[in-house]
């Protein structure tokens, strides 16, 4: 299957150190990889209405939900490009990964079918010289993979608060380098893990 990757742009400043970095790993990747870069604060999605137990949900098929929900399915390889927002993910990218419960949920749909063994990673810069502090956010995104039973690259880490800081992060830009070439292990919840130790 020729690999398609979508990029999801989660910051609320264009060309934000986030993006630089992944950027420098899209770079790396070869030429007859498809790449797609959607801008969530430019493609903003509405809040999240939770109609589960209140009525069907029905396919977007117009508007910024139609095109994210046509290019998440189309991506057989999910890139979330989110800045650590108070030591979590972005605002536009939550929003976003709210919207995959409705979607989940959407008759003929088969989302979760179509996203299981696809591939989810992430990119982040952050201001901590403390790379921990970014658990949460990977946290997150390795959870949501190994409930859609997605693999999970991992997530890129790179050093930035002023505009331009992550490509003076040396270790950050040797690991964009060969970061989409890893082998991306099946997505696994913690617990998991320790259910087999």
């Known amino acids: ?73 189309h991506a057989t390889d999910l890139v979330i490009a989110s800045p650590l927002y108070w030591y979590s993910l972005s605002t536009p990218v939550k929003r976003y990964l709210d919207h995959w419960s409705g979607w989940l949920r959407t008759p003929g749909l088969d989302f979760k079918e179509t996203l299981s063994g696809r591939t989810l990673w992430g990119v982040t810069a952050l201001a901590h010289e403390e790379q921990e502090v970014a658990d949460p956010l990977i946290g997150s995104l390795n959870n949501s993979a190994a409930y859609m039973g997605m693999r999970f690259g991992g997530v890129l880490l790179g050093n930035g608060s002023r505009p331009g800081d992550v490509l003076r992060d040396t270790d950050a830009l040797a690991g964009a380098k060969t970061f989409f070439a890893r082998e991306a292990p099946l997505a696994r919840f913690p617990y998991e893990d320790t259910a087999t130790r």
């Open 1 to 73: 299957m020729t690999r398609r990757f979508l990029f999801l742009l989660g910051s609320s400043r264009p060309d934000g150190n986030t993006e630089l970095l992944a950027r420098r790993a899209a770079e790396q990747l070869p030429s007859d990889v498809e790449q797609r870069w959607i801008d969530l604060a430019a493609h903003p999605l509405p809040e999240f209405e939770d109609l589960r137990h209140d009525s069907d949900h029905t396919r977007p098929t117009e508007g910024n939900a139609g095109l994210l929900l046509d290019a998440t399915l």
